[in-house]
């Protein structure tokens, strides 16, 4: 049966309301995007912690409505990212949807400048996806980071370091693996704070295994075969102990590569495994991988303060002192720059100052080298901004586990 055809203007946008509308839009995603299993698997997800029981943020996320049908969605998830030792509150955007029948029409537009325009006045500080090519660079969104996949031989494992006994887990959705896992990562740009969805993330099913010592968690690995691969999705620990453990997972299932999924460049396991014989691959996505976009310059600058003291403090300009002027073209604000304070001050003129356009998001968040990013995006630095940009806005290497992906 054909739904009735419509305009944008008979759209009716609004939170939806978990009660009323939580069936239709569970129906709505899990024909949109089909996982292997079927629809009913797709409603189970849903259901089973990824839209109900979960971060899902109703009064955050928009749905667009004719009549009492949903035909629109756009979904925000809550979660903590960090930047260095400061953590950002995201809006992770996801199921993404127009009904089949009423697309091309403007639909999606409307209901996602809705959201975005309500999250303005929100308490988050930006918005993170994962995109389709070409899509949402309309809506101010720009690339995040590059997905970085390390890959070695079983073979390749010299460690023999099995850590005592293995134990299979039966959720991996634990308070201890997540204060083990946020305790690693505290400072990995990128990663989220755990817990991202509190029943676990039900759009990757790990298979979980913990080591202990002296009765408490010191490692773990989320795993799951892909073909000849056995693909690490989640881990923590010592970098020999995971290597022995997942050489022995690999042996056990007759796999002959491992791969790491997503690892942070600047991750313990990183550094070890680049003294290895393996291979890392970075996958660049110039659209439609992670994107990112703030919702309130001010905010996320706000947000980053601690950081960016620390980084100062750090740096041979630790005693420099001034304003720094950062523009986004949407927003402005002022850095007071004293030694060990640096304080938040509305936008004004200032003969240090770091102009441009959405790219400005990617040189806050570290996306890439700094200079990389100004020459690529036009971004026009004044005065001395050239002295501190490379100080306060490093490239942070960026990456979020594959675990936590909304
Ligand atoms: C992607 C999707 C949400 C777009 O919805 P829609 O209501 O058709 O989008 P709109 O009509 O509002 O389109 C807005 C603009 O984006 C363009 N656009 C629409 N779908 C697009 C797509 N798949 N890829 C790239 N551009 C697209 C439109 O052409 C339009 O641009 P124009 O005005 O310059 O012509 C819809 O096709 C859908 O539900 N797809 C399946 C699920 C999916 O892929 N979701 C995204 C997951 S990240």
């Known amino acids: 049966?054909?739904?009735?055809?419509?305009?944008?203007?008979?759209?009716?946008?609004?939170?939806?309301?978990?009660?009323?509308?939580?069936?239709?839009?569970?129906?709505?995603?899990?024909?949109?995007?089909?996982?292997?299993?079927?629809?009913?698997?797709?409603?189970?997800?849903?259901?089973?912690?990824?839209?109900l029981n979960s971060n899902y943020d109703w009064i955050a996320s928009r749905v667009g409505k004719m009549g009492s049908e949903i035909v629109t969605h756009f979904g925000v998830w809550r979660l903590q990212i960090r930047v260095g030792r400061a953590r950002i509150l995201t809006a992770g955007i996801g199921s993404v949807a127009t009904h089949g029948h009423h697309r091309k029409r403007g639909f999606l537009r409307q209901t996602a400048n809705a959201t975005l325009d309500a999250l303005r006045g929100s308490d988050y500080d930006v918005s993170l996806l994962f995109g389709i090519p070409n899509f949402y660079e309309q809506f101010g969104y720009r690339r995040a980071w590059t997905f970085l996949n390390a890959t070695i031989e079983a073979h390749e494992i010299l460690s023999e370091a099995i850590p005592g006994k293995l134990e299979r887990c039966r959720s991996a959705a634990r308070a201890d693996l997540a204060a083990l896992y946020n305790r690693e990562n505290a400072k990995l740009t990128g990663t989220a704070v755990r817990p991202v969805f509190p029943l676990g993330n039900p759009l990757v099913e790990p298979d979980a295994y913990l080591w202990?010592?002296?009765?408490?968690?010191?490692?773990?690995?989320?795993?799951?075969?892909?073909?000849?691969?056995?693909?690490?999705?989640?881990?923590?620990?010592?970098?020999?102990?995971?290597?022995?453990?997942?050489?022995?997972?690999?042996?056990?299932?007759?796999?002959?590569?491992?791969?790491?999924?997503?690892?942070?460049?600047?991750?313990?396991?990183?550094?070890?495994?680049?003294?290895?014989?393996?291979?890392?691959?970075?996958?660049?996505?110039?659209?439609?991988?992670?994107?990112?976009?703030?919702?309130?310059?001010?905010?996320?600058?706000?947000?980053?303060?601690?950081?960016?003291?620390?980084?100062?403090?750090?740096?041979?300009?630790?005693?420099?002192?001034?304003?720094?002027?950062?523009?986004?073209?949407?927003?402005?604000?002022?850095?007071?720059?004293?030694?060990?304070?640096?304080?938040?001050?509305?936008?004004?003129?200032?003969?240090?100052?770091?102009?441009?356009?959405?790219?400005?998001?990617?040189?806050?968040?570290?996306?890439?080298?700094?200079?990389?990013?100004?020459?690529?995006?036009?971004?026009?630095?004044?005065?001395?901004a050239k002295f501190l940009v490379p100080v306060l806005f490093p490239n942070e290497y960026p990456a979020l586990s594959f675990w936590d992906r909304f």
């Not at 300009?317 to 927003?331: I, R, T």
């Not at 004293?338 to 200032?350: D, Q």
């Open 1 to 51: 049966m054909t739904a009735p055809r419509g305009s944008a203007r008979e759209l009716q946008i609004s939170a939806p309301d978990p009660e009323n509308d939580g069936p239709k839009l569970i129906d709505l995603l899990s024909k949109t995007f089909p996982v292997r299993a079927g629809y009913w698997q797709g409603e189970r997800i849903c259901r089973d912690g990824y839209l």
């Open 212 to 384: 202990k010592q002296h009765q408490r968690v010191t490692g773990f690995v989320f795993v799951g075969a892909n073909g000849n691969t056995l693909e690490v999705r989640s881990w923590a620990g010592d970098p020999e102990a995971i290597l022995a453990v997942v050489r022995r997972l690999a042996r056990t299932r007759g796999l002959a590569t491992i791969q790491f999924r997503w690892i942070h460049y600047q991750s313990k396991l990183s550094r070890f495994l680049r003294r290895q014989n393996c291979d890392f691959k970075s996958d660049y996505r110039s659209s439609g991988g992670p994107m990112i976009r703030a919702v309130s310059l001010q905010r996320f600058v706000r947000r980053l303060l601690p950081e960016l003291e620390h980084r100062l403090k750090e740096s041979p300009l630790s005693d420099w002192c001034g304003d720094l002027l950062v523009d986004d073209s949407q927003e402005a604000v002022t850095l007071r720059i004293k030694p060990e304070k640096i304080e938040l001050l509305p936008g004004a003129r200032s003969e240090n100052s770091i102009s441009g356009g959405e790219a400005i998001v990617q040189l806050l968040f570290g996306t890439d080298h700094p200079e990389e990013t100004i020459d690529l995006n036009d971004i026009r630095l004044r005065g001395q």
